[in-house]
């Protein structure tokens, strides 16, 4: 079993920049693919940005390209979600996600094992 704590979300202006945290316990997530998701009230739960296994590929929402960016620290079995020039539109609850030795289809929601609790983040205009 792996447990993921999610931290890091809170109140921003628009413009503004977040860092999300995504904290695993349990077992390490050096052989885990690993995503971010959201879903914002009243919608579907919509894919963020991932990354794979290996931490050689990543993928990215087309809302989210060149504003968010997605790492992984093995050592501190942390995975990361940097958030630049938010917009309102970025508002939602924020998931993490993880699936062992996943290379391939990480934007589907239905791949993912485990997934955290979320955090919320809130985008002001």
């Known amino acids: 079993q792996v447990q993921l704590v999610e931290s890091g979300g809170g109140l921003v202006q628009a413009g503004g920049s977040l860092r999300l945290s995504c904290a695993a316990s349990?077992?390490?997530?050096?052989?885990?693919?690993m995503g971010w998701f959201r879903q914002a009230p009243g919608k579907e739960r919509e894919f963020v940005a991932a990354i794979s296994w290996s931490g050689s590929n990543t993928f990215y929402g087309d809302s989210v390209k060149g504003r968010f960016t997605i790492s992984r620290d093995n050592a501190k079995n942390t995975v990361y979600l940097e958030m630049i020039s938010l917009k309102p539109e970025d508002t939602g609850v924020y998931y993490c996600?993880?699936?062992?030795?996943?290379?391939?289809?990480?934007?589907?929601?239905?791949?993912?094992?485990?997934w955290g609790q979320g955090t919320q983040v809130t985008v002001s205009s």
């Open positions: 349990g077992h390490t997530i050096s052989l885990y693919a």
């Open positions: 996600s993880a699936k062992l030795l996943q290379s391939t289809r990480l934007t589907e929601p239905a791949i993912y094992s485990y």
